[in-house]
Every structure is written in structure tokens, then in C-alpha cells.
């Protein structure tokens, strides 16, 4: 099967990766990455199948095409490093967010002495301020007012 995007180390290359894979110390993804590139190395005639590494490695096929193509197209440093991750929205913002804190200051429910994040979150959602919420996000939002 014709292969689009070939991986080909230079030594020195294959060394920093194999020093960086059996130190372990360092994010799983750029070791992965790592593991990845090696597998896929076509220098040395034993280069491995995209299926093959997914099944070696546990991975997704398209986590190994990716970085074979990041090495052919950006190189080196590019294939082994990450792109960082889009930062995802907080699901409370601005008038919800200030809901739960106005919530959390507030007397607890009858029978209860205090307020605990699992009964602001269904509070929240009684009152109608937000749709679902779970208790990990009002534990942040109140984090972040301390």
C-alpha cells in the first residue's frame, strides 16, 4: 500500500527519541508521539503499518496519520511536540455563575446544615437558571470567587 507521508529519521533523531521514550519522563502525548515516529521509521527497513502501530500502541489510526504527516510536512520538533489543545468555555458564565454564588451564600435547604456542591447544582437547575449542570462546575465557579 502506497504510503503518502514516509517517515524518515536521521540517527541523531532516532537516538533523542529513543533516550526521550526509555527516560519516561516526560507528557504522555509528546511520548506517544515518540513511540509513533519510531514505529513508523522507514530508514532502517522495518517500518511498521499504520494498523500495526495502532494495535501496538493503543491508539486511534488518525492520531498516526496525523503525526506522520506533521513530520513530513513540519518536521522534526513539529511531529514530536504537541499542538496544545483549544481551551474549552466554562459552562458557567457571567449571570449563572454569580446565580450559584449568590445560591451558595444563601441558608441551606430545611434539614440541612450546609450547602454541598451536588444540592447547589440541582438547586440551580429547580430554579431554572441553567438547563444541567454538575457539581464539578459549581465547585469551580466557586473556586474561583474563593
Known sequence: MFKKYVVTLREDEREQMRALVSGGKSAARKLNHARILLLADASQGRARTDQEIVEALGLGGRTVERVRQRFVEEGFEAALDPKPQ??????????????????????????RKRWTLRLLADEMVQLQYIEAISHESVRQALKKTE
Do not use: T
Not at 92 to 105: D, F, Y
Open 86 to 111: 483549544p481551551r474549552r468555555a466554562g459552562k458557567l458564565e457571567g449571570q449563572v455563575e454569580s446565580h450559584v454564588i449568590a445560591l451558595a451564600k444563601s441558608d441551606p435547604p430545611k434539614g
